[in-house]
């Protein structure tokens, strides 16, 4: 029997699950009959393993989803599931209950909200447990003696519960009760951190929408990538269900609605990150004449006093912690002191509808029908892409966003709140967030930027929103975007894909010139004027054969650091900016970027043996026994091919985010489409599916995705049940 090792999230959290079972004592269920009748399932996995579920109902589709994720990540998806409900403790001991609190809490509110869900997205949460269960019980070799859970649709939903915490509140209990607030070490600069860290992965993603009259086929094309860490858990699949349901998209490993993007044959969406002020802390008056009561409305109301208690391994048994927990109707306790009783009132605590709206999206066959699933307002945040078959193309910077009746206090300041009329009450209306649709220049975009230049020819005015949505910025990634797409060029499919990858690093346009003035105005020796020539003959990209490339991000780094946004460039971007796509450029301090450049031309000698060394010699992509070149940069560099790396200990340095998932899609009569998963579809190294598409995804191709039923059985490889499995 082979034990696996799981991974907790607390500090020392490694334990053979096998040791796990005779700690905790849990009993095996009964094992599931080998027919089960209300399954009616059948996956054909496609080359790279892309799972091709068609199913009679959506509960058997769920099934077969939660199947396919454990034979490709196996305990990934249990960990998640026990994480869900609070159980990670129980299994992984108390350096790893921390979560389970907050999670208890969520949990509760699925139990307690789940016959509010429509029956269909239960059949979801049921089938998909039903499906864990079903392998955890078929694969005992995996699992240690002893273990079923026996997951039920209430952890499943949980997942997709939000609730508040006091962590949403952090810069404002550092400020007023620094001894509450777990301190950590300041995490590197994001211009420049520290030689041999790993690069800050820049948590977004790109999205490109094109309407018919900028593609070659007269259709509308979506383009997406997130740019996340590699093990970030996409989960590329596709699930039918004739008549219900046909949806090919990237499922997050661990549940069946972590659809972040995708398509059916009607219309597809991309998501980006935004960051809405989506909260508010309040001070409410204590009742000076009761313990635990507040004034509010000219009346006492009682503090709600909540106890939690988890269960957490204890060496050779089981022990639990009990904390307590403070709420009232406006949202969580998060400080009392000073004579005030400091509320967090944020938007989507307490939601338990996302899965919901995720499946009516996937469902939705117009734009007016997606729309209204959107309006449901259970995703309360990210940049939202769309394209489909009539046409439209569409963007929404979504937010959950509080109508404050009173200015913002932001994240340090807390507003006094004495009656009703003081604190918000309810969301800015789905139809006054910014949006865009079919807009002239026909396209829209994101970058995670704000929504104000979506589209250049048609300018939101920030004016026209309130105090509390963000102001304009657009950095160098977003402003790449913009080149490559802000003209009169009719694209095709393939075109869209091979524009995607680009690998040209804004940056050094903006300040390559000033560089190499800079040192040429010093007495430099004869290796630094032939790395100033190198610069000026390189093509300002991060291609994998480009020489400059290394040099340049070195220098940057040197340059950047301890450097402010303000002192790096001779001309920074401003939101008054009459030329918003040009900007920031020059050098701050061109004596100091002379002083770095010549350090980093001994320093780039010196670690990869040559200055003019090529970009892929020492960037790779690495996944299991593939280790070869890959172009692309950070967004800070001003690449649109985010990739995102660390140092190894042979000096290479390989990708550990950015760009993963890719997909393009074109709506005809038929969706047509290619996508690459970076990282494969499945983490057990010994799968045939963890590293096939990692050459491909270095080389910038991307795969023909197979969505009709006659590609799909044409590109079948294999074929199965997974209710009928042994």
């Known amino acids: 029997m082979t034990a696996l090792v799981w991974r907790g999230t607390g500090a020392a959290s490694l334990l053979p699950l ?42 058997s589709a769920a099934y077969a989803l939660a199947y396919v994720q454990l034979e490709d990540h196996g305990a990934r998806v249990v960990v998640g599931l026990l994480r869900a409900r609070g159980d990670l403790g129980r299994w992984f001991g108390r350096d790893s209950m921390e979560s389970d609190f907050l999670a208890q809490r969520a949990h509760a509110i699925a139990v307690a909200k789940y016959p509010l869900l429509e029956q269909s997205t239960r059949d979801v949460y049921d089938g998909f447990a039903a499906g864990v269960n079903r392998y955890v019980a078929t ?12 997951f039920t649709g209430h952890d499943v939903a949980a997942r997709d519960v939000n609730v508040t915490s006091a962590v949403q509140a952090r810069r404002f209990l550092a400020r007023v009760a620094p001894d509450t607030v777990v301190t950590r070490p300041a995490a590197p600069g994001r ?185 449901m307002r259970a995703r309360v945040n990210s940049n939202f892409t769309y394209a489909d078959r009539a046409g439209n193309i569409y963007y929404v910077w979504n937010a959950s966003i509080p109508s404050l009746p009173h200015p913002g206090g932001g994240d340090t300041a807390a507003v006094p709140a004495r009656r009703t009329a003081d604190i918000w009450t309810r969301y800015v209306p789905f139809d006054s967030l910014p949006q865009l649709l079919n807009p002239p220049g026909g396209y829209v975009r994101n970058e995670n930027d704000p929504p104000y230049h979506t589209n250049l020819r048609q300018l939101l005015d920030r004016a026209s929103f309130p105090a509390n949505f963000p102001e304009p910025a657009l950095g160098l990634r977003s ?52 790395a100033t020539d190198l610069l000026s003959r390189w093509d300002n990209t991060a291609s994998p054969t480009s020489r400059g490339a290394v040099l340049f991000e070195i220098w940057w780094r040197r340059y950047a650091e301890g450097g402010s946004a303000d002192s790096l460039f001779a ?91 890719v997909l393009a899609v074109e709506f005809g009569d038929v969706p047509r489409a290619y996508s690459v998963l970076a990282y494969g579809q499945s983490s057990r190294e010994s799968s045939p599916f963890h590293a096939d598409q990692a050459e491909m995804f270095a080389r910038g191709e991307m795969k023909r995705v197979l969505f009709t039923e006659r590609d799909i059985a044409r590109g079948t490889v294999r074929s199965y049940d997974p209710a009928a499995a042994p």
């Open 571 to 661: 001309e920074r971007w401003t939101s008054q900016t009459a030329s918003p796509t040009n900007l920031p450029r020059g050098l701050g301090d061109p004596s100091r970027a002379a002083q770095s450049f010549t350090w980093a031309v001994a320093e780039t000698a010196r670690r990869h043996g040559r200055y003019d060394v090529a970009w892929g010699e020492v960037h790779r992509v690495r996944v299991g026994a593939v280790d070869v070149p890959v172009g692309g940069c950070g967004g800070l560099l001003g690449c649109f091919r985010v990739l995102n790396f660390r140092t190894e200990p042979d000096g290479r340095r390989s990708v550990i985010g950015g760009d993963g998932w």
């Open 139 to 150: 694969h005992p070799a995996e699992f240690p003696p002893a273990f079923a859970p026996r």
């Open 479 to 530: 402003q790449l975007s913009l080149a490559l797409i802000d003209n009169s060029r009719r694209l095709s499919l393939e075109e869209v894909v091979a524009l995607k990858h680009s690998y040209r690093m804004l940056l050094a346009d903006r300040v390559k010139a000033d560089l190499i003035a800079a040192v040429g105005r010093t007495a430099a020796d004869s290796m630094v004027k032939g």
């Open 18 to 59: 096998f040791l796990l079972a005779a700690v905790c004592g849990i009993a095996r269920a009964q094992l599931p009959g080998k027919d089960d009748a209300s399954i009616r399932v059948e996956i054909r996995r496609t080359a790279f393993g892309v799972p091709h579920i068609r199913a009679a109902d959506l509960r």
């Open 191 to 375: 211009e420049a951190p520290p030689e041999g860290h790993p690069d800050p992965v820049d948590e977004g993603s790109n999205a490109w929408a094109f309407a018919p009259s900028r593609t070659k086929s007269g259709r509308a094309i979506l383009m997406r990538n997130p740019h996340l860490a590699w093990t970030a858990g996409y989960y590329e699949a596709h699930v039918t269900v004739p008549g219900v349901l046909d949806f090919y998209g990237d499922f997050r490993v661990g549940g069946p609605f972590g659809v972040v993007g995708g398509f059916n044959r009607s219309l597809g969406w991309a998501t980006t990150n935004n960051a809405p002020d989506l909260d508010e802390i309040y001070s409410l008056d204590p009742d000076t004449n009761a313990v635990d009561r507040y004034m509010f409305d000219g009346k006492s109301f009682p503090l709600q006093r909540e106890l939690i208690t988890v269960t957490f391994r204890n060496g050779g048994g089981l022990s639990t912690e009990t904390r307590e927990f403070w709420r009232t109707p406006l949202g969580p306790v998060i400080h009392r002191g000073g004579g005030k009783i400091h509320v967090l009132r944020a938007a989507g605590d307490g939601e338990f509808r996302g899965g919901e709206q995720f499946l009516r999206m996937m469902r939705a066959r117009s734009l007016s029908e997606w729309k209204a699933a959107m309006r």
